[in-house]
T-cell receptor, first 117, second 115 residues
Framework: EAGVAQSPRYKIIEKRQSVAFWCNPI?????LYWYQQILGQGPKLLIQ????????DSQLPKDRFSAERLKGVDSTLKIQPAKLEDSAVYLC???????????????FGEGSRLTVL | AQKVTQAQTEISVVEKEDVTLDCVYE???????LFWYKQPPSGELVFLIR??????QNEISGRYSWNFQKSTSSFNFTITASQVVDSAVYFC????????????FGSGTRLSIRP
């Protein structure tokens, strides 16, 4: 079974530029998450989708971050304009379980490392 | 408030030593789940174990064991006879209804196993 795929693995941009990250979850996984992991910290949830609908985006900085999952499969996370503090690894995760189910084991991709200069 | 604290930032031991990673959590919920994930250098987080708040039995899986104590709000992870391949960052995490079932991660413990 293929795992969660993410691209690009690495991206370096100047501040105020834009960047987009792509995630392809495990086939059949209805729930998809984007996490931000700053160096030395644990992952922090940015947004949660079930199929193509947003379940929770309360921690997404909506003035600069946006995410979509138009067909309920792949997802894209965009940052525009980027700030220095956006330097982090952006992790995508998926699960078969619906949001609200506590027991969810998440399957993570390898992440996209963003460096903002 | 939901919170997970991993006070040990980094641990380094020699191969074959036993090592315990500490995790302390805070939640007002009576129903919650605790998790451990491993993050090897490749970057992806790998699920290790899940434990619900009503099951305080300790669990052993090969060289790994977990000690859940509600009285001290701790969910500690022990690796017996550590191996170089155990080197990774380990995260403890919590999911509860108060966090809208979101998984909240601790800050992680970087474990280095020296040959």
């Amino acid at each position: 079974e293929a795992g969660v795929a993410q691209s690009p693995r690495y991206k370096i941009i100047e501040k105020r530029q834009s960047v987009a990250f792509w995630c392809n979850p495990i086939s059949g996984h209805a729930t998809l998450y984007w996490y931000q992991q700053i160096l030395g910290q644990g992952p922090k949830l940015l947004i949660q989708f079930q199929n193509n609908g947003v379940v929770d985006d309360s921690q997404l900085p909506k003035d600069r971050f946006s995410a979509e999952r138009l067909k309920g499969v792949d997802s894209t996370l965009k940052i525009q304009p980027a700030k220095l503090e956006d330097s982090a690894v952006y992790l995508c995760a998926s699960t078969t379980l619906a949001p609200g189910v506590l027991t969810g084991e998440l399957f993570f991709g390898e992440g996209s490392r963003l460096t903002v200069l | 408030a939901q919170k997970v604290t991993q006070a040990q930032t980094e641990i380094s031991v020699v191969e074959k030593e036993d090592v315990t990673l500490d995790c302390v959590y805070e939640t007002r919920d009576t129903t919650y789940y605790l998790f451990w994930y491993k993050q090897p250098p490749s970057g992806e987080l790998v699920f290790l174990i899940r434990r619900n708040s009503f099951d305080e039995q300790n669990e052993i899986s090969g060289r790994y064991s977990w000690n859940f104590q509600k009285s001290t709000s701790s969910f500690n992870f022990t690796i017996t006879a550590s191996q170089v391949v155990d080197s990774a960052v380990y995260f403890c995490a919590l999911s509860s209804y108060s966090s809208a079932s979101k998984i909240i991660f601790g800050s992680g413990t970087r474990l280095s196993i020296r040959p």
